[in-house]
Structures are given as structure tokens and as C-alpha cells.
């Protein structure tokens, strides 16, 4: 089950990487400026898994999107997980 | 130091109210998950789970209603006149979690008249019994945390009998935290089975009659177990996620037996937490080989009939033990069919008839915290 915000629709993906920042410092301020659109949340940035649910489910309430538990493993970085929601939207 | 022993046990489950009918709804394997409609018009996107459909109760006081159900038919199996210093130990996790959202709604409610305090605070004035009172807010781990406490104070001898167990009324608010922690089930609980995906929530309440071996010899009062040791540890790792090489557990089932001085090879049967989540059920898997080794106990878990009660959950398995150990059977594992290559271990998949003398329950919870409480057949 999914549904993309008519918002998300026009972002493209540096936008959308843009906006996951801002999400990704909400959820854990001490992650550096610094991180790379293809860091691992995990393995570069030390994101424990309560860390990364808190910032799918921060991406689902802002994208208006519900993102399944199978799909968790494609959000491992700010690229991917733009990929990701770009493909969703053009799936619609 | 005094035998402590168990002589009344009363139960409110979404199996069932009553231990026996719990039992025999388990020994058929059935299982209490259903889908719910207020869920799904609440917009839920979990919206099944095992609640006990059959109780009545104001929604603010549900879990004390429940634990005071439990109550009363465990002093009725009991058979007891409570004496005035009678001690009540309650485990819950969220207490009344209702009133925290009719609070937060704007309901002239104070949270804190609605903690586990008041619902073992509501055994207390029903019964006008004056002994201690515990409320032991120790996650999932509650109930057998409120056991131990129990039989530690009738080994000082601050009481004469206990009430203890643990109650917790469904919550929406756990139902949330759970589903956005990613932890619950997407098709039903299955403990240590290969293609677990995770939790179910439940509710209910269990309660004990405890007391000293001695008293209730004197009494005339039928033994139903022995509770022999409680061990504790904490992981001190993560706050949801247990250490992966099963330190928890292998410290609380080794603490267990280090203070009864009994040995893991004795011991008959294993309750498991299994709560069905991936690392939770593997984190315990390699505990019990730690513990075990090649002399592996049987092993059941309740949670796919029952779903997982937090704070009640270990006080329902104790029941379950208890009634186990009773009647010398094994109940099977709802929701185990196939064994998980990484954990290889099996679980009951039908009743097993044998010998119990000794069984542990496992329970772990968030904050790392682990509970195995190790007990005996009256006769052990």
C-alpha cells in the first residue's frame, strides 16, 4: 500500500535528497554536514535501527507515504532512499 | 531459608478468563488474533491483535478490573483467609495507558492516579490488606520481576502471604510505539519459527497466591509449584534491541540458578520469551544453547495464542507453567512450524506428557532487562 503527497510528485530527486537531510538531522542532530549522498546510514554514520525507523517514519508523514517493512532494506542512504521514493512516485 | 510456594493461580487472557480455560484453549493450539474494526476505522495500520473480548470493564481502570478478576480467583483456588499484612506486587508496563490519552486529550484526569501503583493499590483496598505494596514498572519483565519480589519478602519474613503478578490493559499507545518501532507481526506471532516477522500485542492480567511452604502446610492448602529463584540482568546495550550474543539471558537463567543451586541440567522445560521478533527470538536462541549446550531443555512459547501482554506477559506464562508443571504437560507453540536454520532449535508443535520437575520462564524487555524465574513441582 502506497500513496505519494501531490507535492512529492514535482521534487526532484536533489530536492528530495535536500528534504531528507533536514529530516536526518531532526532525528539525530550530532550526524555531520558533512554526509554524503551514498554514506551508509548504518555503516558510515553509526544510525541504530530505532534511529532509522524513527526517520522512516518521519519520511512517511512528511512524504504522505506508507513504506512497507520489506522495503526498509532500500533506505540504507540519502541517494537510495530518493531513488526509492522517486520510483514510488513515478509508480503511481 | 523458607520453601516459597505458589497455592492459588487466577487469569484473565484472550484465551480465555480462568486457568483452565486458558489451558485447554492452548492445548488445541488456538489462537486469540483477530482483526479488529475500531483498528482499522482509527486508521491503525496494524489493526489485529489478541484482546480479551469477554471482559467488561470502565476503560480507565480496565487493567486494574482485570488483575482484581485474577485475584479473586486465585484466592479462591487458594482457599485463603489473608492475613492483615498480606503484600501486593504488581508488574505493569504503562499502568492504565488509557488515561494518559484521555489526558492528553484534555480529560481533567492526573496520570499519575492511573500507574501500576494504583492497580496494585486496587487489590490492596479491595481486600483492606495493609503489607507492602510494590508496583514494579519493569517493561515486559514485570510479572515475574513482581514474583520474585514476593518471594523475597517472605524469605525475610516481612509478610505472611502475597498477591502478586502482573496486569496490563490493551493500549493504543503501545500499539502505536510498536508499530513505528517496526516490531509488530505481519501475519500473526511466531515464536523461533523461520519466517517470524515480529509481535502481536495482547492484554490480560495474572495473579498468585505466594507463600511459605511451612504456613501452607499448616493451612491444609494444595501446593501447586515451588518458586525457587528469580534471576535478573540487564544488557545495557540499546534501548530496544538485546545484545546479539545472548548475554541477557544467559546472565538471568545462570543468576537463577546460581541462587537455588540447582543445575541447568535438571531442568525439564524452558517457557521461551519468544516474543517472534528476528532479534529478540535469536538473541534468546543463543542464550539457551550458552546455557544448555547439548542438554537442551523442550521448549514452548505462548505468545502466538496470546499475543505479547508487556507487562502481564510473564505472569500469563507463569500461569501457564504453573498449570503445566500441574498437570506434567507441555503445551504446544502456537504459530512454531518451521525451524529457523540460525536458531536450530525446535519448539512443541503438540502436548508433550512427561515428567516436570523443573521449568523456567524467560522474559526479556525493553531497556535490556531479563527475568528468568525458575520453578519447581511442589514435590521437587
Keep these: ?92 | 531459608m523458607n520453601t516459597i510456594v505458589i497455592t492459588g493461580v487466577g487469569v484473565v487472557s484472550p484465551l480465555g478468563i480462568g486457568i483452565d480455560v486458558l489451558w485447554n484453549n492452548l492445548l488445541s493450539s488456538k489462537t486469540s488474533l483477530q482483526h479488529f474494526n475500531d483498528l482499522e476505522a482509527a486508521g491503525y495500520r496494524n489493526t489485529s491483535a489478541c484482546r480479551v473480548t469477554d471482559f467488561e470493564a470502565p476503560q480507565i481502570t480496565r487493567g486494574a478490573c482485570m488483575a482484581l478478576e485474577a485475584a479473586k480467583q486465585a484466592i479462591a483456588q487458594s482457599n485463603i483467609q489473608l492475613p492483615k499484612n498480606t503484600g501486593i506486587f504488581l508488574g505493569s508496563t504503562l499502568g492504565e495507558s488509557m488515561a494518559y490519552e484521555l489526558a492528553a486529550e484534555g480529560e481533567p484526569i492526573d496520570p499519575e492516579a492511573y500507574n501500576t501503583f494504583s492497580i496494585a493499590k486496587a487489590i490492596a483496598d479491595t481486600y483492606q490488606v495493609i503489607g507492602p505494596i510494590q508496583a514494579l514498572s519493569t517493561a515486559c519483565t514485570a510479572g515475574n520481576y513482581a514474583v520474585g519480589a514476593a518471594m523475597a519478602a517472605l524469605q525475610r519474613g516481612d509478610i505472611d502471604v502475597a498477591i502478586a503478578g502482573g496486569a496490563e490493559p490493551f493500549s493504543r499507545i503501545a500499539m502505536v510505539g510498536f508499530t513505528r518501532s517496526r516490531a509488530m507481526a505481519a501475519d500473526g506471532c511466531k515464536p523461533f519459527d523461520a519466517n517470524r516477522t515480529g509481535m502481536v500485542l495482547g492484554e490480560g492480567a495474572a495473579i498468585f497466591i505466594v507463600e511459605r511452604l511451612d504456613d501452607a502446610v499448616k493451612r491444609g492448602a494444595m501446593t501447586l509449584a515451588t518458586v525457587h529463584a528469580l534471576g535478573l540482568s540487564c544488557d545495557a546495550y540499546h534501548p530496544t534491541s538485546p545484545h546479539p550474543d545472548g548475554r541477557g539471558l544467559t546472565n538471568a537463567m545462570n543468576a537463577a540458578f546460581k541462587k537455588s543451586g540447582i543445575n541447568a541440567d535438571d531442568i525439564d522445560w524452558v517457557n521461551i520469551h519468544g516474543s517472534g521478533t528476528r532479534v529478540s527470538d535469536a538473541a534468546e536462541s543463543i542464550a539457551l544453547k550458552n546455557v544448555f549446550k547439548n542438554n537442551m531443555p523442550l521448549l514452548s512459547g505462548s505468545k502466538g495464542a496470546i499475543g505479547h501482554a508487556l507487562g502481564a506477559a510473564s505472569a500469563l506464562e507463569l500461569a501457564i507453567c504453573v498449570k503445566g508443571i500441574a498437570t506434567q504437560t507441555i503445551p504446544p507453540t502456537p504459530g512454531y512450524t518451521i525451524q529457523d536454520a540460525d536458531i536450530a532449535l525446535d519448539c512443541t508443535t503438540q502436548p508433550v506428557h512427561k515428567k516436570i520437575n523443573l521449568v523456567i520462564n524467560n522474559a526479556s524487555a525493553f531497556g535490556g532487562l531479563n527475568a528468568s524465574l525458575l520453578l519447581g513441582s511442589s514435590m521437587y
Design chain 1, 1 to 92: 500500500m502506497l500513496t505519494a503527497h501531490s507535492k512529492t510528485t514535482t521534487m526532484n530527486q536533489n530536492e528530495i535528497i535536500a528534504q531528507l537531510r533536514t529530516t536526518l538531522y531532526d532525528v539525530k542532530p550530532q550526524i555531520s554536514a558533512a554526509i554524503g549522498n551514498a554514506d551508509n546510514f548504518r555503516d558510515d554514520w553509526g544510525l541504530d535501527s530505532l534511529e532509522l525507523v524513527e526517520f522512516v517514519a518521519r519520511i512517511e508523514q512528511s512524504f504522505k507515504i506508507l513504506i512497507p517493512d520489506k522495503d526498509l532494506k532500500e533506505l540504507y542512504s540519502l541517494n537510495a532512499t530518493a531513488t526509492y521514493l522517486h520510483s514510488k512516485m513515478i509508480a503511481v
